[in-house]
């Protein structure tokens, strides 16, 4: 969470123990980078709310108790935001839209509940529009974030909601690196 007090893309790194220790790398991007990932990224409510605190309390209890899977799937994840780091860092937009998807393959390692036969359904069928999607922190707000492929414009998101999913509340909102 202390990422949303930095502006842009960063990367957080602490040490284990108390306090903790903050050491908090804004990425810096070229301004083509930035203004892709602003044109092609989106959020999209997807109507499915769950208590992050569940999720939440399933997974440290996994840690605690280690679960080699678990582990494996943090280990991976803090090497994977590196990565997704690194390519954004060289402009490479289409590898960090796949690695999103990468990224909630992870999280659902670490607990398969954070995720719902809904959710599938929606991120399967954005598989053809975007580059990549993921559930944004601990998925209980009911967003996740997505980057279209290169030629495929927010208006035909908008247009797939509507025919897969008109009348809900499925709703895709733009997004925009915080300066």
Not at 17 to 22: A, D, F, K, L, S
Not at 153 to 167: K, L, P, V
């Amino acid at each position: 969470m202390i990422g949303g007090m930095y502006p842009g893309i960063k990367l957080t790194f602490t040490k284990p123990g108390i306090p903790q220790e903050y050491d908090v790398q804004t990425l810096m991007l070229s301004k083509a980078t930035e203004a892709e990932l602003n044109y092609r990224g989106f959020l999209m409510y997807t109507g499915q709310r769950r208590l992050a605190r569940s999720v939440l309390r399933r997974v440290v209890s996994n840690y605690v108790c280690n679960n080699r899977e678990s582990l494996a799937a943090f280990d991976e994840t803090r090497r994977l935001a590196v990565i997704m780091a690194h390519e954004l860092r060289r402009g490479n937009v289409n590898i960090f839209g796949n690695l999103l998807s990468e990224h909630m393959r992870l999280l659902k390692q670490l607990d398969a509940s954070s995720s719902n036969i809904m959710l599938d359904h929606i991120m399967d069928g954005l598989k053809d529009l975007t580059d990549g999607t993921t559930l944004c922190g601990a998925a209980g707000g009911g967003f996740l974030y997505g980057i279209s492929k290169a030629n495929v414009t927010h208006d035909d998101i908008r247009a797939w909601i509507e025919q897969e999913y008109g009348g809900t509340a499925i709703r895709l909102y733009t997004s925009e690196i915080s300066k």
